[in-house]
């Protein structure tokens, strides 16, 4: 699917509509869907055009979840359009919640606490599975382990696929960094986890805040069952790239609320090392399948300064 450009979007809304949109305007763009946002009368809407319509429906699944701690946009239409996908969804206002500055990050902390924690609990006894799961609300794993053991894997039908190639080729130091870090992804999977929902991708624009709270979670094309420890650990991993979000006092945060819950992790730091671990693997594969071998060199890095407290060369 080629870049779905402004005016393609106008005449298809001008088209698929009974009332022309007003105030369209490119709202944001990421590595799998465009979105738009528009208006008819006084009601707000975006439109996202993508060529993975199971991203769509995810999210359209998603949205079951929603609650005020955890405010998920419903998603009204999926077609296809424009050589692809397309989704219409309400609209939400906000700034993108890595963007957030050091005070409103510490204002917002609350909100956060409150929507990871209704992921972690949220009610999933009617889907199946481990792992990302499908429109259908199922998952293809039987347990985590399976789940996280599985970055190694490379099958047509990935959207990635011929990464492993391009890691051996194009980066020795990445394709070392990866079998350093299977390796030891493979000590620390035998630990029992429970089943929860994830988001697994909240630093991407992908969450929205205003007034000090979460006014939007969507994009749940990376959603998961799983570990409910693994969204801490993206904003741990990822937090060099974010030096305005206090991510220490996230995870204090977090900790103080499965204290009074009763729910303190016993096996806190494996069940990290091993979010680390798939975090960084997943994104070594990924950021070889686009040549970006800069940003590879610094997330194998990361991987290993985590699980190891030093960095150096792999």
């Known amino acids: 699917m080629e870049i779905v450009a402004l005016e393609h ?141 599985s970055v190694c894997e490379e099958t047509p039908d990935q959207r990635i696929y011929g990464w492993r190639h391009k890691l051996e080729t194009g980066s020795p130091l990445g394709w070392r960094a990866f079998q350093w870090g299977l390796a030891r992804l493979q000590e620390v999977t035998d630990l029992a986890v429970p089943r929860a929902l994830l988001h697994c991708d909240l630093l991407n624009r992908n969450a929205l805040v205003e007034q000090g709270k979460l006014t939007a979670v969507f994009d749940w094309g990376c959603g998961r069952y799983g570990d409910p420890l693994y969204d801490l650990a993206w904003f741990e991993f990822w937090a060099p790239w974010h030096p305005n979000l206090d991510v220490p006092l996230l995870r204090a945060a977090l900790e103080q609320r499965w204290q009074e819950a009763g729910c303190l992790p016993t096996t806190l730091q494996p069940r990290l090392d091993a979010c680390y671990l798939h975090i960084g693997l997943d994104h070594l594969a990924y950021n070889a399948h686009l040549g970006q071998w800069e940003t590879l060199e610094a997330t194998a890095a990361q991987m290993q300064a985590l699980i190891e407290g030093k960095t150096g060369c792999l």
């Open 9 to 149: 979007a106008r005449a298809f809304l001008a088209a698929h509509l009974p009332n022309p949109p007003q105030e369209l305007a490119l709202l944001g763009a990421g590595a799998w869907s465009r979105c738009y946002g528009y208006r008819v009368g006084n009601a707000e809407f975006a439109i996202r055009f993508g060529k993975h319509g199971e991203d769509f429906y995810k999210d359209q699944l998603a949205a079951a979840y929603s609650s005020e701690a955890l405010p998920i946009p419903p998603v009204f239409e999926i077609g296809e359009a424009l050589g692809g996908f397309f989704a219409i969804s309400r609209r939400a206002r906000g700034l993108p919640l890595e963007e957030v500055s050091p005070s409103e990050w510490r204002t917002l902390l609350p909100s956060l606490v409150d929507a990871l924690e209704a992921m972690r609990t949220a009610d999933i006894t009617a889907s199946s599975g481990v792992g990302s799961w499908g429109a259908d609300g199922r998952a293809p794993h039987a347990s985590w382990a399976s789940h996280l053991l």
